[in-house]
């Protein structure tokens, strides 16, 4: 197994994001006249006539597969405040979506495809980049075949529910040639990556602690998530993940083991598959320990990081919108901006200028490698050794301080 770090690179479009936190003497600083792959503040015509010079004019299309909840709510809609990508086909295997979206998006009929003429996307040059929004287990299966079909893929988290379907995709995606990413918006957002910086960069001094948590009531709006073949887990995959991924950008580490425990189960009948939540903990290899705690049965939304001379913290962190950050001199002056909209334009500027995604298939996949040695640890009681697990890290926030 490969153990050295893959630092990715970041530089690009859109704009810088490091409006400093301020305490109540300091001054925000925005620093607003760079174009960086990070956010923005200013008019939206004028971005998008920047972002649309800096790509020769040229956008990106997109095909969402899956038009469920997520696609609907949040990425179609982000799709109009992109630059560099837009909405361009749709993958369904639901005749009344398409002629929905069809209408609502405008989008022509070569460009709507179902889940088994989907592989003929591979003659359509109006799309670029496939986004697969499907429930968990089906991600592997369109991720490969998009690859196959020789897009450029960004697929949902969690990437997949195993490490093995993860290491197939990559290897399909090489293959290909094309470029994989996983739709790890908060990398693209504010609040945290300053979390990231502040951590990465020891502001504070040596992160000693870091408290990580993720919960919300799960409804049977989407039951799939509540079946162990669709989901693969039940909130550790879903939004546990993003405690894994909070805590692990915070600190610039990867974890060396894990220990975990089961929630009890208080709806047998809700949780005959998957669990109803799981506290558990990452040890860094400085020995800094990530106490973490996700659930279907309980509301919490937290990072909070505490280091030798001062503290750094978001609640609400992980939601799309209305994030909120303290540290220990004060608020964090910073925006809340579309996660979703920057995210997609930071890879289409990646395919565009041939760089690096900060959020790789391999990203995906150390993160599932996490949730695997955390159920493993659940299960027998025992500590998990992750030693051997992909080492990779967004280090992005740091190196642009
Ligand atoms: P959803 O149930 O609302 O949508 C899933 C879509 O897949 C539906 O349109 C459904 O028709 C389609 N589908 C195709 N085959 C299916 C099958 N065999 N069984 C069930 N549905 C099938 O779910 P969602 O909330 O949109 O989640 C989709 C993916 O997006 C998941 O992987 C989830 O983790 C991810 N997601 C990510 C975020 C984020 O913030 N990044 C937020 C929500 C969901």
Not at 100 to 113: A, C, L, R, S, V
């Amino acid at each position: 197994m490969n153990t050295t770090p893959i630092y990715v690179p970041d530089r690009r479009l859109v704009r810088r994001d490091f409006i400093r936190y301020a305490s109540a003497s300091a001054l925000v600083l925005p620093a607003m006249s760079l174009l960086t792959s990070c956010g923005g503040g200013e008019s939206q015509s004028s971005e998008k006539k920047e972002a649309a010079d800096a790509s020769g004019g040229r956008t990106l299309g997109i095909a969402l597969v899956g038009l469920g909840k997520y696609s609907e709510g949040e990425l179609a809609p982000a799709l109009k405040e992109t630059k560099l990508c837009r909405l361009a086909g749709i993958v369904t295997g639901t005749p009344e979506k398409a002629e929905k979206w069809k209408k609502e998006y405008n989008i022509p009929d070569k460009n709507i495809y179902n889940y088994q003429t989907f592989d003929r996307i591979a003659d359509n040059p109006d799309i670029d980049i496939v986004y697969v929004v499907l429930p968990n287990a089906l991600h592997a299966e369109y991720v490969i075949r998009a690859a196959q079909a020789g897009k450029h893929v960004i697929c949902e988290k969690p990437m997949a529910t195993n490490a093995a379907d993860c290491q197939k995709m990559i290897d399909a995606c090489r293959k290909a040639g094309k470029k994989l990413s996983i739709g790890y918006r908060l990398h693209f957002e504010p609040f945290n990556r300053e979390m990231m910086r502040l951590g990465q960069t020891q502001e504070f001094g040596k992160v000693n602690r870091i408290i990580a948590q993720n919960g919300q009531k799960q409804g049977m709006d989407t039951p799939w998530r509540l079946g162990k073949g669709l989901s693969g887990g039940g909130p550790l995959p879903d939004v546990g993940v993003y405690c894994i991924q909070g805590a692990i950008y915070t600190k610039g580490q990867v974890p060396v083991s894990v220990t975990a425990k089961f929630h009890p189960i208080t709806d047998k009948e809700k949780f005959s598959e998957v669990e109803e939540g799981v506290d558990f903990q990452m040890e860094f290899p400085d020995g800094t320990v990530a106490a973490c705690k996700t659930s279907y049965n309980d509301k919490y939304n937290i990072l909070r990081a505490e280091a030798a001379s001062g503290w750094f913290a978001l609640e609400p962190a992980y939601q799309y919108d209305g994030l909120k950050g303290t540290t220990s001199k004060g608020e964090m002056k910073l925006e809340n901006l579309n996660q979703q909209a920057r995210q997609m334009d930071a890879f289409a500027d990646c395919i565009l200028n041939n760089q690096e995604t900060t959020v790789p298939g391999e990203m995906g996949m150390r993160d599932v490698q996490l949730i695997e040695a955390i159920y493993r640890a659940a299960q027998t009681g025992n500590r998990v050794s992750t030693k051997d697990i992909i080492q990779v890290l967004d280090k992005t926030a740091a190196e642009q301080a």
